[in-house]
């Protein structure tokens, strides 16, 4: 391992590389918290892509944001751009939480002499050849992976901290949007019913469903929060089933819907950014699951709730093609009980 209790071994500036997508983004936050504890002097930068990043701007333990266009790597003149200011920024560690061949060569692009990578098959495509310091990080969650990506650092069983930033205007949208439908903080449940995969989507009409269940037991009225057409035209259909105790949120900026989920007290969605950002923000969160294994990227820690009756398994590409129906076997019964059970415990939680 190159970095030691040797001063001249010890990392002064660090590149985290994860650059996309947005949930993916969240879950690499705990390892730049991480860092900054362990290194309070150190430089700190990360490369992200697109709108992913607007969730670091500002962040405390962050000294550099460097964005890059999507499709960065198929513009020769990105590419000389992109190692121009990463060579001016002199990077002397990166760290490639993503292990791909573009991550990878983000980083070799550094000039860093230690490229922290992932070995044997979570290193993927190039990133084995790119980097030179190559971990087995294991960990059940992604989150605890990443974590696990510090070994080399000396970083061990780190408290997992998100730090999300807080952005004035964001609030600001989001104050007036409460104002205008009378929500209180702590006093309304968020569902996002989208999803990057239609196996990974539940059906609309259960999160109405859902939606009533938590009006008559708890007088909770719900937000759902969308982003796309299709996505809009789920939460319309979640509404009209709900019978009026759900409403549509506007559209949102990921630092707007931050803002608002941090002010929800209780949020239900699928794998999706949306949910971990929940996670995130400290919204106690309920991930549904059936193409995507809910020990590895499901609601992070004790205080959330996975659902999961079935693992579809198979490759990616079979996962992301295949029906709803392990999705489906999720029954309503079942959210409405652990929103049931979570907004019990949280409640216990907070009193005592």
Known sequence: MPLSSNNHNLPHRILIVRLTALGDVIHGLPVLCALRESYPRAFIGWAVEGSAGDLLEGHKALDELIRLPRHWLKSPREVIRLRRRLRRLNFDTTLD???????GLAARLSGARWRVGKAGCDGRELSKWLNNVLVEPGGEHVIDHYLGMLQPFGI?????????????????????????????????????????????????????????????????????VWAGDQEREL?????????????????????????????????????????HLAVAVGTPAISLHGPSRAEWC?????????????????????????????????????VSEACDQLLIANTVRRCG
């Open 156 to 224: 061990e069983s780190p408290k997992v901290k998100f730090d999300v930033p807080d952005q004035k205007q964001a609030i600001q949208s989001i104050t007036n949007f409460q104002r205008s439908k009378r929500l209180t903080n702590q006093q309304f449940a968020l569902i996002s019913p989208g999803a990057g995969w239609p196996s990974k989507l539940w059906p609309a009409r259960r999160y109405g469903q859902v939606a009533r269940h938590l009006i008559c037991k708890h007088q909770l009225p719900s937000v759902v």
């Open 97 to 103: 939480l993503q292990c791909l061949t573009k991550s």
């Open 235 to 275: 939460a319309k259909t979640i509404a009209t089933e709900s019978a009026g105790s759900a409403i549509v949120a506007p559209a949102t900026s990921i630092t707007e819907l931050a803002a608002l989920t941090r002010n929800g007290r209780l949020f239900v969605g699928s794998d999706t950014g949306p949910m």
């Open 298 to 334: 499901g609601a992070y820690g004790s205080h959330n709730t996975r659902l999961q009756v079935r693992l579809d398994e198979g490759r990616s590409r079979h996962r992301k093609n295949t029906d709803d129906s392990a999705m489906r076997e999720i029954s309503v019964e079942m």
